[in-house]
């Protein structure tokens, strides 16, 4: 394999799982000459390396894989196709125009790439993000960690924990504890149902698992190990619950740290970078996909879109996509919607769909105004966390000035 450093780069791809695999291999497959994936782990394949459960794969193999083959036939199918895959190398730096500043163990230095593709993923919030009171005991992790300490490291953190949150990924911890032989003692969620949806609620139960609606942590109680966990319901009665370690799982938030310490736009309702329908960031050399767009979706879905992302660079670097410049800004207005993501969208093109989450159960429509008209509007019923999506060709975009409001009204 060619050393990073020497020779033209068309297109590089920072991070090298799902999404970012998915669109350099389309790109190397449709004839683009070099494609290199800069992945900071020793093995390429993103977040689903340690996620040793099923179900992956049915979008893109046609069948059921667990994380880890699933992460290792997508590495096998980009080297295939030709992609130079670089391991144990990090993007220390973004800047205009396609400048990279990469650090492996060998060198650090620069390098220009004529298209950027941005796809680090998603991360859980830690401890400190989550203001929960109490001391720095050992034990205390997120489902990333616990999964990559078991199922790469053959480590077992603790023997019973406490598992905080019932995302998707939340039931993923039980089952990776239970591979470790691991008991957890609880699962708490303040909300009064699951965050996932049903059945999932039903499984802790089928493990052995008591589940606690209406119920949050309050404190994280030990000196040098965890010793027990404070919780509080709605009321606001207390108790503690004994354990030994504490998973805090979900609460995902784009892993976006070299946009925010760099030059591109950053949307506050995603955490990810600001783009267009086509992908496209506010330096328009960078193109962004997967989990780094918004939290969170699963790897069959960022696995598409970086699949579709592909042909969208193709498209620009035949200079087939419209101008970068003319654009409709979407904002949001009032606490319900969460984000809208593109934030962006092109006024001459209603390709795409707009993707919202929203803060909690919402029932009604979704009202989109420009200058204070009606342009469109999208019924929903859904809950938090679920994934709402809205086809940019129900908008009337010839009626937009340079901004359309998207607000929700209750029925
Ligand atoms: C703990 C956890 C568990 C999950 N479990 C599931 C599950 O069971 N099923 C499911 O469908 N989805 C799960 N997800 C969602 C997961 O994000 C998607 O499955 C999928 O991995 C998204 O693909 P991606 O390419 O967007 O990002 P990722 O898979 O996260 O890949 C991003 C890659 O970028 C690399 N990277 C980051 N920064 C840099 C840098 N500066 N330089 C170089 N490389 C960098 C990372 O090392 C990583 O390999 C989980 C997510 C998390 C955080």
Redesign the pocket.
């Known amino acids: 394999m060619t050393d990073i450093f020497n020779g033209k780069i068309d297109v590089a791809v920072?991070?090298?799982?799902?999404?970012?695999?998915?669109a350099a291999t389309e790109l190397k497959r449709a004839g683009i000459a070099r494609v290199v994936v800069?992945?900071?782990?020793p093995e390429?394949?993103?977040?689903?390396?340690?996620?040793g459960?099923p179900?992956?794969g049915m979008r893109e193999f046609k069948r059921i894989l667990t994380?880890p083959k699933y992460?290792a036939r997508l590495v096998k199918r980009a080297i295939n196709a030709g992609v130079e895959v670089h391991v144990d190398?990090?993007?220390?730096s973004m800047r205009a125009g396609g400048k990279l500043l990469?650090s492996n163990k060998n060198h650090s230095g620069k390098i220009v790439a004529t298209r950027v593709i941005y796809?680090?993923?998603?991360?859980?919030l830690p401890r400190s993000m989550r203001l929960i009171s109490g001391v720095r005991a050992k034990g205390i992790v997120?489902?990333?960690?616990?999964?990559s300490m078991v199922f790469l490291k053959g480590q077992v953190p603790f023997k019973h924990p406490v598992i905080v949150g019932t995302e998707?990924?939340s039931f993923?911890?039980i089952q990776t504890c239970r591979h470790a032989g691991i008991k957890p003692v609880a699962m708490i969620e303040e909300n009064t149902h699951t965050s996932a949806r049903w059945p999932t609620g039903i499984f802790p139960r089928l493990v052995g698992v008591p589940l606690h609606l209406n119920t949050r942590l309050v404190s994280i109680n030990g000196d040098r190990v965890v010793t027990s966990v404070t919780v509080a319901d709605h009321l606001d009665n207390k108790r503690e619950i004994s354990c030994d370690g504490v998973v805090l799982?979900g609460k995902?938030t784009p892993?976006s740290?070299?946009a925010r310490m760099g030059h591109l736009d950053i949307d506050s309702g995603t955490g990810g970078p600001v783009v267009d329908q086509f992908g496209r960031c506010s330096d328009p050399v960078y193109f962004a996909?997967?989990?780094?767009?918004r939290p969170?979706?699963?790897?069959?879905?960022?696995?598409q879109?970086?699949h579709d992302l592909a042909q969208k660079v193709l498209d620009d670097l035949n200079g087939k996509l419209p101008q970068a410049d003319d654009i409709i800004a979407i904002v949001v207005e009032g606490e319900m919607i969460k984000y809208a993501m593109p934030q962006r969208i092109s006024r001459t093109s209603n390709q795409g769909k707009i993707q919202l989450r929203v803060t909690g159960d919402a029932k009604g429509v979704i009202k989109a105004t420009s200058g204070g008209k009606p342009v469109g509007e999208f019924a929903i019923n859904t809950r938090a966390e679920r994934r709402i999506l809205w086809p940019i060709s129900s908008l009337d975009l010839a009626k937009s000035n340079g901004q359309i409001t998207l607000r929700f009204d209750p029925k």
């Open positions: 920072i991070g090298g799982g799902p999404s970012g695999l998915a800069i992945e900071r782990e390429a394949g993103g977040i689903p390396r340690h996620c459960h179900p992956f994380g992460a190398t990090t993007v220390v990469i796809a680090t993923g998603v991360r859980e997120n489902t990333g960690a616990l999964q998707l990924v993923s911890a799982s995902f892993e740290t070299l996909t997967g989990n780094l767009l969170v979706e699963t790897g069959g879905f960022s696995w879109e970086g």
